[in-house]
């Protein structure tokens, strides 16, 4: 991989912008994302279909600030969707990326503590039990930004450890059901 190192300081807000985009309706809860775990999840009771209205649109490449602190996230965290359009509860705050990027590299970057937390401390103010984001403030927040080409790189360079790490993952589970098996055995 090679890289030019010529990455852009830009504000978030020449790269993202809110939005307020609401299910029109046409949207229903098998499309709803949530957040935390970046799955559909359809079992969420929701009172009336009205009240989906309520919610927003979450397209492919749209980011959401989910303001949970935690040990790994100390001001919250942002995630984006990469799973699919569909709809989140309008409790977090969405934007939407307005230049070209690359996907992967993007949900990598933007859920990074170390690359975030700089930019979350400057656009979001404690509250109980979670950080609220100010939207004026994190438009304001620059971020070093590498060329389209790079963002493909990078996303797949990073994509390709996921995977790794998942298949290598799946091979302990294996040996540790084998091994519990070969116990069970033993005891026989």
């Not at 300081?9 to 775990?37: C, H, P, W």
Request: contains cysteine; aromatic residues 12%; negative net charge.
């Amino acid at each position: 991989m090679k890289l030019t190192c010529s990455w852009e300081q830009r504000k978030f807000g020449d790269l993202y912008k809110k939005s307020s985009e609401k299910n029109d309706g046409s949207i229903g809860m098998d499309k709803n994302i949530t957040v935390a775990t970046m799955q559909f999840k359809e079992d969420i009771k929701v009172s009336t279909e009205e009240y989906l209205r309520t919610y927003y649109t979450f397209n492919v490449g749209d980011i959401a600030f989910e303001g949970h602190q935690s040990k790994e996230f100390r001001f919250g965290r942002f995630v984006e969707n990469d799973i699919g359009d569909g709809i989140v509860s309008h409790i977090f705050a969405v934007f939407r990326p307005i230049v070209d990027y690359d996907l992967k590299f993007w949900k990598y970057a933007i859920n990074n503590e170390s690359l975030m937390q700089r930019v979350l401390s400057r656009s979001t103010k404690a509250s109980t039990m979670m950080h609220d984001l100010v939207t004026d403030d994190f438009l304001e927040q620059s971020f070093l930004v590498p060329s389209i080409g790079e963002q493909k790189q990078i996303g797949e360079f990073l994509a390709g450890i996921d995977n790794l790490i998942t298949l290598h993952q799946r091979k302990v589970d294996s040996l540790k059901d084998l091994k519990y098996v070969c116990i069970e055995l033993g005891k026989n």
